[in-house]
């Protein structure tokens, strides 16, 4: 036998068992969207290197060392997407959707990081993303953390989130600021790590982010940022404030929250859960008012977000908060018990799903015995069997056996069938 082949380190098989909540949230996502007035868009999963190199910033862990680069056969260099803000933009400026109009739009779709593999964090990972275009008040911040906050109210999952935010400053604030941080850095060498000592030319505001224990305390009384705020930012992150306080979203500012990507501007935010270990940021974003016109545009205002629906599915499963119409289960299993009922069962399945379009309904094939085929009917995950043998076919019956509870078998009339299903169909036990 030869060597199996197997799948890339860190990118998942998504099988038939999980399938069913990821549908299940992707239809809430989608229908979420729709009720705010987002538009999806589809970009390709490549694009030039250069797309990203130039918006989420050269010294970034991303361009750095995460990203899937390649040369095509044309010697061009293109690049697996490692998130979807680039490609939203470049796109939306190919097509002339950012003249002199907004737009809300929202994407889904695989993602690529060379990242150490882990729980909650893999090398092709799915993002679902919102990007508003043309707005530059906070009501619009606003909004897309309140349509976050809504999903996860859908979800059952707003009280095991905590939203975090900052405000980044304009560009002209944070350089000031920048030098600030240097300096403050500068006095503490000593405590800096390898990461941090590299970044202090590069990329300084990112040694805010690090989690390294030893540099806690030097970094808890670093120079705030908030308190180095141009005053229309501070005002704009006021009223952002002022919104979500009049929304009753509760929210934790964090000084230190500066995002790993170069683009933000002014409102940054993350919603983090404690439940999922240190992959603990289910969705993070902000504004990024710069990034169009750094792109080859006029300067537009935007603001958006991404979350991991790796992490959230996760966070569903631990947190056991999967419904029962996202487990996937079938309703009912059609069992001819013989040859001679397999039309008549194939039949009433039929005028099963055109009578009832809810009804999960599946019919056994491949034969078998008597005991396989029950065996089979169990297997399958169905509350119901729908048996069908000599008998049934001679009385135009069906016999029905409850594959998940205690309770007698019982005949019915083919025609008293769809009454008898509909209460299962709304979630009651039968009468
Ligand atoms: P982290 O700090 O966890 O590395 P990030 O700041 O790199 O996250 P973003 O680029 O803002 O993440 O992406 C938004 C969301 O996408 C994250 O909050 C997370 O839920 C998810 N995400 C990012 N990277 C991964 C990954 N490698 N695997 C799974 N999910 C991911
Ligand atoms: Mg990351």
């Not at 197997?6 to 996502?29: H, K, T």
């Not at 044309?74 to 697996?80: E, F, P, V, Y």
């Not at 983090?272 to 300067?299: F, H, I, M, N």
Request: aromatic share 8%; proline share 4%.
């Amino acid at each position: 036998m030869s060597k199996k082949i197997q799948a890339i380190r860190g990118m998942n098989d998504l099988l038939p068992a999980q399938s069913p909540l990821w549908q299940y949230f992707e239809d809430q996502v989608r229908d979420l969207m729709a009720r705010y007035g987002y538009d999806e868009i589809r970009t390709p999963i490549v694009e030039q290197t250069a797309l990203f190199k130039r918006s989420i910033g050269e010294v970034t862990d991303i361009v750095e060392k995460e990203m899937y680069t390649f040369e095509d056969r044309n010697g061009d260099s293109l690049t697996l997407r490692p998130e979807g803000t680039a490609s939203c933009v470049r796109a939306a400026l190919e097509h002339g959707l950012l003249h002199n109009q907004t737009q809300r739009l929202w994407y889904q779709g695989p993602m690529f990081r060379h990242e150490r593999p882990q729980k909650g964090r893999y090398r092709q990972f799915h993002q679902i993303g919102v990007e508003a275009f043309g707005l530059e008040g906070p009501d619009i911040d606003a909004e897309t953390i309140l349509l976050s906050a809504r999903l996860w109210q859908q979800l059952g999952l707003f009280e095991y989130v905590t939203l975090e935010l900052n405000s980044l400053g304009s560009p002209e604030a944070r350089a000031a600021y920048r030098d600030t941080l240097v300096s403050y850095f500068e006095a503490h060498h000593d405590v800096l790590d390898e990461d941090s000592r590299r970044r202090l030319t590069s990329n300084p505001l990112r040694i805010l982010d690090s989690k390294n224990p030893d540099m806690a305390a030097m970094l808890a009384d670093a120079p705030r940022l908030m308190d180095h705020l141009d005053a229309e930012s501070k005002e704009h992150f006021e009223r952002l404030c002022a919104l979500l306080d009049a929304a009753d979203i509760a929210y934790e500012i964090n000084p230190r929250l500066v995002r790993g990507l170069d683009y933000y501007s002014r409102t940054v935010f993350e919603w983090t859960t404690t439940a999922l270990g240190s992959q603990g940021t289910v969705c993070a974003g902000g504004r990024y008012d710069g990034l169009v016109e750094q792109l080859g545009g006029k300067p537009v205002p935007a603001v958006g977000f991404a979350m991991g629906i790796e992490r959230l599915v996760l966070l569903l499963e631990t947190l056991d908060l999967v419904p029962d119409e996202a487990r996937g289960a079938l309703d009912v299993y059609l069992l001819p018990m013989d040859e001679a009922s397999t039309a008549t069962a194939l039949l009433l399945g039929e005028r099963l799903r055109e009578t009832l379009p809810e009804l999960r309904a599946q019919l056994h094939c491949g034969g078998g015995s008597f005991k396989s085929r029950l065996k089979k009917a169990d297997k399958s995950g169905a509350r119901l069997a729908l048996l069908l043998g000599e008998d049934e076919l001679a009385e135009g019956s069906v016999t029905l056996k409850y594959l998940r509870e205690e309770r007698e078998q019982q005949r019915l009339r083919q025609e008293d069938l769809i009454a008898a299903l509909t209460p299962l169909l709304e979630g009651e036990s039968f009468a």
